[in-house]
Each structure stands twice: as structure tokens, then as C-alpha cells.
């Protein structure tokens, strides 16, 4: 990908929920440094760890190139990220440790 957006390795996991594989609308990004899978990618459903498919961060740049506005997170840093259903803006939910 020549315009990799972000910082983490581009063959690093990630979750990407099945609802958004079938075409739903990116809804919730998760990013947890604590876990195997840094990054999540979710719609608006409730989800289950087997809603989950693993996939690369470029391959996930290249479903959902929105998340490139994601890209100055940092590595440590464990965060919610919400899309606004009307504004389309990223909105964030930091998590105290």
C-alpha cells in the first residue's frame, strides 16, 4: 500500500467484526495495546469473539481508509473511537488503566 497512513506495522492482526466483511458501516474503532490484536474494527452491532475475523492493519486501510484520520494514536495508548452517524467525524473514549 503506498499510502500506509499509520504507524503500527502493516502486517500487524487486527479484528475486523464479520458484520463489516458482509458490507455494514464502520462504526466503532478499538485500540488496545494491551491486546494480541491491537486494533479493532466494529459496526454498531453487539459483538461476540467469534463475530471476529483476523485480518492485517493494511488490509484494513484498504476496507476502511477512513481510519488513516486515526493514524497519530499512540502506540500506548488505549482508546475507543466512535463515528458520528451524521457528522462522519471520529469521536474518542479514552480508557483510564
Known sequence: MNDYPLKENA???VLVCCHL???????????LP???CVWA?????EHERSDMVQKTLEEACR?????G???????????????GKNSGKWYDFYRSK
Not at 21 to 31: I, K, N, Q, T, Y
Not at 41 to 45: G, I, L, P, T
Not at 63 to 67: A, T
Open 21 to 31: 466483511m458482509d458490507g455494514a458501516e464502520l462504526h466503532w474503532v478499538h485500540h
Open 34 to 36: 494491551e491486546e494480541q
Open 11 to 13: 502486517d500487524e492482526g
Open 41 to 45: 474494527f466494529m459496526c454498531a452491532k
Open 63 to 67: 476496507l476502511f481508509p477512513e481510519i
Open 69 to 83: 484520520e486515526l493514524a497519530d494514536v499512540p502506540h500506548d495508548m488505549d482508546v475507543s473511537f466512535k463515528k
